[in-house]
């Protein structure tokens, strides 16, 4: 039997239902906005995984094409591998239900979701993330929801819930914000350079809005659901915990000395001196005791030293951040290169310039399009001294690289001013901590070094956070250990102006305003003093792009001498292309855009492009060739493919009886244009250009 609650949120009615498809997993729920409508279940499994040290949740969302009427392309016709739009909203949902689970709940939950219809207007990732929590509400899985997905938008100075495509194309904000009973615990944002105190409002408004839908689910879940499972978290052994202290207490505190390589090394060596004197047998129960026991000393260690003694790991103050050095220009041949560095984090940075044959083609539900700026954010195990295979690109990798992008969108030039496809590549050399943020400060000195015009540099930082009770301290510049044993990852980026990316993921259920407002406070003199860097670097983009990428020269034609341009099966376009060594792109408004390494080559080629689509216009002078012979006149042609009638009576400066007097087919004759009658005929004068050229010889 079909359940169902709605309610009136924003312009539209949330629905939510189960009970009538996906019967057999854990929960299953149904959410509908507008005519937008998305499907979540959640499963949990009944036995517990040995041997491991994580959560293991796995969150799996599709948008099909059927949603919005359409087969998808390809030789296939099917869906594939998941697109990087939905592996972006795979993460979103993931991180706001994920620290809502039981500590040390160690069975499998497993989240699939899809897109199942699409209006075309209301986006349904957010919608996922709500069925999700319902899934999960109302499923026998321990779940400290509900948790509820929120987006923000701000049109025209006003506030939008759950703002449309069309709305957050000219939104100052694009705000996706996680509400559960305990606070936010989730945000990612995208904006037009606004300031911090608009951030935190856009944030109250999601923050509303969250806790309505929270007490929607409430109510849903409290009618609908199904018992909890009863779940204890495993509490350690006490006389080994006393044992593991007494041997090893004093030294944790040492760790807090030395770099991350220097740290690895002392763990290791702790915990071999502890596991040999403990556990001489190795018995993988207790060996996997002794090392949460560790990992639970030295997490206390870390957070109390900041906490309580007001000190960080390697020594700075909270809004301390770590040495920066950067440099542009590192790598030859590339079209821009940068290299940030900062503390033990390290990000090169190489810009490529296309042209729009190098775009991407985007399928989606609302449509399909072209990407003309890509970055793409490399994260191999060497950066942090691991050896482990590369198996593709991962979730997070693609997550990362999705928030520098959004982070410098805003700032490149329109593709009218700059008709090139930018792609940017951030390779992380190095990393202890917030190797995101460094990708957005390299990748802003490679555009500039590549002579993009980007409107600002952008630079970003990451905040940490260590709270316990009543009690926080708010981090700039995070290194790796602070997020490893801190309570959130705090991003922002932006310019001197304001903010133009923000993500935040908790490992707490929830914050409240005021540590929010605490740390988005922070962040600003951090993320200035940053900038500061980057423009004693380079403070502007270069004069000129590099002499190894192409040149991109733009002219406007006439849209109906297109095809003259492409000419018959395309022999045109393809003779230039191949003659003059360029390469040839036309819009259908007319734009033509010739690149070429070679000025020279494609100045010719643009000559010859102007001939073939010059208009014929009245007033000017021509020299034609005269291509057929009537009594009444000639035709004569001024341009290619372009005629125009000489009159009799404009064939000479005296009386013609018979054209062929004057004029024979092949004769080049020197014409001007004298009229464009209504219907699109050129009529044309000998006798007005000959007039003509006796005046300008007269002078």
Known sequence: MSMRIESKIGNQTLILETGKIAKQAGGSVIVQYGETVVMMAATGADEERQGID????????????????????????REGRPTEREILTCRLIDRPIRPLFPDGYKKEVQVIGMALASDGEHDPDVLGGIAASAALGISDIPFDGPVSLVRVGRVEGEWV????????ETSEVDLVVATSKYGVNMIESGAKEVSEELMLEALKVGLEAGEKINAIQEEFISKFGKPKRKYVTPELDSGLVAKVKELAGSQIDGLNDGDQAERSAKRSAIKDRVKEALVPDGDPEVVAQVSEILYQLEKKSVRDLILNQQKRTDGRTYGQLREVSCEVG????????????RGQTQSLAVTTLGTSTDEQLIESLVGDGYRHFMLHYNFPPFCVGEVRPIRGTSRRETGHGALAERALRGMLPE???????????????????????????????????????ISSPVSGVALGLVKEGDKFAVLSDIAGIEDHFGDMDFKVAGTAQGITALQM????????MNVLEAALQASNPARQEMLGHLVACLDHPRESISEYAPRITTIKINPDRIRDLIGPGGRV?????????????????????????????????????????????????????????????????????????????QLSQSYVKNVEDVVKVGDEVTVKVIEIDEQNRVNLSIKEAQKAAEEQTAK
């Open 54 to 77: 994580f959560f293991p949740l796995t969150v799996d969302y599709r948008e099909k094409a059927y949603a919005a009427g359409k087969i998808p392309g390809g030789f296939f016709k």
């Open 161 to 168: 819930l759950f703002p449309t495509y069309a709305q957050l």
């Open 330 to 341: 590192v790598l030859p041949r590339t079209h821009g290169s940068a290299l940030f560095t």
């Open 415 to 453: 593709k009218e001013a700059f008709p090139y496809t930018i792609r940017l590549v951030s390779e992380i050399m190095e990393s202890n901590g917030s190797s995101s943020m460094a990708t957005v400060c390299s990748a802003t000195l490679a555009l500039m070094d590549a002579g993009v015009p």
């Open 505 to 512: 993921d908790l490992k707490l259920p929830g914050l409240s």
């Open 573 to 649: 376009i393809r003779r230039l292309t191949e003659t003059y060594q360029v390469n040839i792109n036309v819009e259908n408004d007319g734009t033509v855009m010739v690149a070429s390494s070679n000025s020279v080559k494609a100045e010719e080629a643009l000559a010859e492009i102007r001939e073939l689509t010059e208009e014929v216009e009245v007033g000017r002078i021509y020299k034609g060739v005269v291509k057929r012979i009537m009594p009444f006149g000639a035709f004569c042609e001024v341009l290619p493919g372009k005629e125009g009638l000489v009159h009799v009576s």
